[in-house]
C-alpha cells in the first residue's frame, strides 16, 4: 500500500484566499483525521471521521474550517477565508481495528501551509 | 478531562548512552497507548501499543513499557539516527473509538 498521500506539499497562499487541502486513505481503513501542527500548540486533532461519517468536529477552531469525506478514499479540508494564523502543517491520518490493526493511526506526509 | 504529559521535552544524548523517555497519563480508563516517532518534515510514524499494564513492547534498541499511570520509551545504546520527536498518544475508554489525544513529545537528539 502506498500510505496516506496528501496534496498538495507545500501550499503558499494570501490572506482571503480559499485554500483546499486533499488527503487518500490508506485502503480499508475507516477512520480518518485531520490534525493541525504547530511549534506552539503541538498536534491539534480538527475532525475525525468513521466510514465518511463527520463524528467529531469539536477542534475545527472556527466557520472557516470545513472538511468533507464524500466516499471511503477521498477527504478535502477547506479554509475559506484563509488567515496568517492558519500557517501550520496540516497532517491526514487513517486508521482501522480489523485485521489484528487496533487504531494506531498511521500519517501522510502533512501538507505545509503558508499564510501572508 | 484526557491528559497526557511527556517529559522532558528534549534529551541530548552521547552515542551509546541509553535513557528514557516518560509519558504520564490521566484517562478515565485506558483502551490503549500508542508510541510514535515523528522525523523533521515528516507525518508521525506507529511503533508499539500498549494494552495493559506490565506490558512490554521490542522493537531494536526501543522498548517500550507500560504502568497504571505512565509509560516509558527506554533506548538502549542509541546511534545519530535515532534522533527524532517521540510522540504519546492514548485512547481512553469513555471516546468515540478510534480517537487518541496525544501527548507534546519529547525531541531527541544523539550526538556521535
Known amino acids: 500500500d502506498a500510505g496516506v498521500i496528501q496534496s498538495p506539499r507545500h501550499e503558499v497562499t494570501e490572506m482571503g484566499q480559499e485554500v483546499t487541502l486533499r488527503c487518500k486513505p490508506i485502503s480499508g481503513h475507516d477512520y480518518l483525521f485531520w490534525y493541525r501542527q504547530t511549534m506552539m500548540r503541538g498536534l491539534e486533532l480538527l475532525i475525525y471521521?468513521?466510514?465518511?461519517?463527520?463524528?467529531?468536529d469539536s477542534g475545527m477552531p472556527e466557520d472557516r474550517f470545513s472538511a468533507k469525506m464524500p466516499n471511503a478514499s477521498f477527504s478535502t479540508l477547506k479554509i475559506q477565508p484563509s488567515e496568517p494564523r492558519d500557517s501550520a502543517v496540516y497532517f491526514c491520518?487513517?486508521?482501522?481495528?480489523?485485521?489484528?490493526?487496533?487504531?494506531?493511526?498511521?500519517f501522510g506526509p502533512g501538507t505545509r501551509l503558508t499564510v501572508t | 478531562e484526557d491528559q497526557v504529559t511527556q517529559s522532558p521535552e528534549a534529551l541530548r544524548l552521547q552515542e551509546g548512552e541509553s535513557s528514557s523517555l516518560n509519558c504520564s497519563y490521566t484517562?478515565?480508563?485506558?483502551?490503549?497507548l500508542f508510541w510514535y516517532r515523528q522525523d523533521p518534515g515528516k507525518g508521525p510514524e506507529f511503533l508499539f501499543t500498549l494494552y495493559s499494564a506490565g506490558e512490554e513492547k521490542e522493537k531494536e534498541r526501543l522498548k517500550a513499557t507500560l504502568t497504571k499511570k505512565e509509560s516509558f520509551l527506554h533506548i538502549t545504546a542509541p546511534k545519530p539516527e535515532d534522533s527524532a520527536t517521540y510522540l504519546c498518544?492514548?485512547?481512553?475508554?469513555?471516546?468515540?473509538?478510534?480517537?487518541?489525544?496525544f501527548g507534546d513529545g519529547t525531541t531527541l537528539t544523539v550526538k556521535p
Open positions: 484517562v478515565s480508563g485506558l483502551r490503549g
Open positions: 471521521f468513521n466510514n465518511n461519517v463527520p463524528i467529531d
Open positions: 498518544a492514548v485512547r481512553p475508554q469513555n471516546t468515540n473509538a478510534g480517537k487518541s489525544t
Open positions: 491520518a487513517s486508521s482501522t481495528h480489523r485485521r489484528s490493526s487496533s487504531y494506531e493511526q498511521y
